[in-house]
């Protein structure tokens, strides 16, 4: 895997690329409609702007003085970024606000202190002005990096994200992998099918499972994937960063809540993916103020156990799933994995097979995996 920034709070500048994908075979489904125009990150903005390097110097020092302020405050608050952390962060910064032509030049002088050329003109990818509001913003009011410059990292993509979206994690990740190394490579009829990634957010698992399908593909003939999600905002997001990457008739985001949009494939299904809310109600409060006060409660509260969006999932994924389509969900940990397991056990005897749990890359039992019977 890719991993331009590993921090968990990341984003930078990529390259708009796009992988070449067959064209699968196409149905009567249509897309839905988006009634929210999604922001664009920073990255991809013209360099519309300018200010001087004695500007921009004057605004660095200024920013890299409020990120060492902070100190380990907020790791001792709720285990939030430290000064070490945020001054990174605003090396990034700078990478995606710099027009790209100069970039290295200019940052080498900011690191070193040159003051050769003061009022050389600098070209930005945004007003100097609104850099010093959203750096204030990350700091004193904990706006999720990510959010700051509109994209996250994830695997081998660049994912636009925005507020109203959940911010993909890199544990997530691990879903794709069991799509490649336990589903595609036990059952490779199963890249030819029709998938789901529900709850889609930025639309990141649909868009790695649509490019997992087009690599395990015979001939002409690969899968698509339906994405479903009710926030208007993610539903937004997703379409982009599908048509971003060239995937628009590969991926299809639809607006609803879990199965409710895939009557039209009940039963044919070859695979259902989901990373759902899971944190329990009680918890929320207790969460980084990153993740609590800014990202959706839509896409974490789970309610009272944190289990009822998983349970529903398991309850549809029964009738969904084709005879040998496969099943991945993310949850809490161990204690959800367990109770799960269980409830499959004990609620769908006889539905599927070879169920398994999945640790994360922490070792936490965190994936709950199966095949329809």
Same mark, same amino acid.
């Given at each position: 895997?890719? +991993?331009?920034? =590993? =921090?968990?709070?990341?984003c930078g500048v990529c390259a708009n690329f796009q992988i070449p994908i067959p064209r699968c !075979?196409?149905?009567?489904?249509?897309?839905s409609s988006i009634d929210v125009k999604p922001k664009v990150p920073l990255y991809l903005s013209p360099p519309s702007f300018s200010a001087s390097l004695s500007e921009l110097t004057k605004w660095h020092k200024w920013a890299k003085n409020l990120a060492s302020s902070v100190g380990s405050s907020f790791i001792n608050l709720d285990n939030g970024p430290d000064s070490t952390l945020l001054r990174r962060e605003l090396n990034w910064l700078l990478q995606d606000l710099i027009e790209l032509q100069h970039r290295s030049v200019i940052l080498s002088r900011l690191e070193s202190g040159n003051n050769e050329n003061p009022d050389v003109r600098v070209a930005?990818? %945004?007003?100097?002005?609104?850099?010093?509001? @959203?750096?204030?913003?990350?700091? /004193? +009011?904990?706006?999720?990096?990510?959010?700051? @410059?509109?994209? $996250?990292?994830?695997?081998d993509l660049?994912?636009?994200? #925005? /507020?109203? @979206?959940l911010i993909p994690r890199p544990e997530t990740e691990v879903i794709i992998d069991l799509v490649e190394g336990v589903a595609l490579n036990n059952a490779p009829e199963l890249a030819q099918?029709?998938? &789901?990634?529900?709850?889609?957010? =930025?639309? &990141?698992?649909?868009i790695a499972t649509a490019r997992a399908l087009a690599t395990h593909a015979h001939g002409d003939a690969c899968g698509r994937v339906i994405a479903t999600d009710l926030s208007p905002v993610a539903v937004a997001v997703a379409t982009s960063n599908v048509q971003r990457y060239g995937l628009q008739d590969v991926v299809e985001v639809r607006k609803g809540s879990w199965f409710e949009p895939l009557k039209d494939v009940q039963g044919k299904l070859a695979g259902v993916l989901s990373n759902p809310p899971y944190i329990p109600s009680g918890d929320i409060s207790g969460l980084q103020a990153e993740v609590g006060q800014h990202e959706p409660i839509l896409a974490l509260d789970g309610g009272i156990s944190g289990t009822n969006d998983l349970l529903h999932l398991i309850d549809g994924v029964a009738s969904m799933l084709k005879p040998g389509? !496969?099943? %991945? !969900? $993310?949850?809490?940990? /161990?204690? #959800?994995?367990? !109770?799960? @397991?269980e409830y499959i056990e004990n609620e769908k005897p006889g539905s599927f097979r070879d169920m398994n749990i999945?640790?994360?890359?922490?070792?936490? #039992?965190?994936?709950v995996m199966g095949f329809r019977r």
């Open positions: 895997m890719l +991993k331009l920034r =590993s =921090s968990g709070l990341s !075979f196409m149905n009567s489904i249509t897309t930005l990818r %945004a007003p100097l002005e609104e850099m010093y509001c @959203v750096w204030r913003q990350r700091i /004193e +009011k904990r706006r999720p990096f990510q959010y700051v @410059v509109g994209c $996250e990292h994830w695997r660049v994912l636009s994200v #925005q /507020e109203g @979206v099918g029709f998938w &789901a990634d529900l709850g889609t957010g =930025s639309g &990141a698992i649909a389509g !496969f099943f %991945a !969900f $993310e949850t809490n940990g /161990e204690k #959800q994995c367990k !109770f799960l @397991v999945v640790s994360d890359f922490a070792g936490i #039992q965190r994936f």
